[in-house]
């Protein structure tokens, strides 16, 4: 009789399992990114964007651009293109940054108006996603479930951004502008909760540099 508890509550033990697996598995791409916008402070990591153009109704590889990324909720980010320009997108809180170390030249706009519908700020910004998009769940592909976000505002620079979850992190991007255009971005190495310097994200204007402020 003992015995026949222990194997009916062992089975209990793996049934419970294999249901919370599966709950988990089954984790639908917006919940998996909302878990992870409450859940993730900071992260950094590495990413891969190629922008696709359409040639005779066909798509076809155009320009691919990498580089490195950090964050820190809300509205703080290092996204740094290494490859094949050296260009730095970087926002402090309160200022969004474009540093063009070829020209050497800096942009420097009013960072809530630049960011509020954007990639940037469905993934660095506040938690507060409702405000800004509209999201829905589109399937899976290849092992990874998808969001569409389309944003709230008419002036945004993208009519949709789709955004891939797997195993509570994104790791991709499908940014479709207001022109139709496509641009893939690829997200690896993603490391969640580093620990940042106090001034991480603070710009300081390189030494001779040109100053816009559109």
Do not use: C, H
């Amino acid at each position: 009789m003992k015995t026949l508890q222990k194997q009916a509550s062992f089975s209990a033990l793996v049934l419970s399992a294999m249901l919370a697996f599966s709950s988990a598995a089954q984790a639908s791409a917006i919940e998996q990114f909302k878990s992870f916008v409450v859940n993730t402070k900071t992260a950094k990591g590495e990413f891969l964007q190629v922008q696709m153009k359409m040639v005779n109704g066909a798509a076809k590889t155009g320009k691919t651009s990498s580089g490195t990324f950090k964050f820190a909720r809300p509205g703080k980010f290092i996204w740094t293109y290494i490859k094949p320009y050296d260009q730095v997108l970087q926002a402090d809180g309160d200022k969004l940054y474009l540093y063009d170390k070829d020209l050497n030249q800096v942009t420097i706009k009013t960072l809530g108006n630049a960011i509020a519908s954007s990639p940037a700020a469905i993934l660095f910004g506040s938690v507060d996603l409702d405000k800004n998009f509209i999201m829905k769940d589109v399937g899976i592909k290849q092992g990874v479930e998808w969001l569409e976000a389309i944003p709230k505002t008419k002036d945004s620079q993208f009519d949709t951004i789709g955004i891939g979850m797997k195993d509570g992190v994104p790791v991709g991007m499908e940014l479709r502008d207001s022109f139709g255009q496509l641009s893939l971005v690829t997200l690896k190495n993603f490391e969640k909760n580093p620990t940042f310097a106090a001034d991480q994200f603070k710009f300081v204007v390189p030494q001779g540099a040109d100053v816009l402020r559109p």
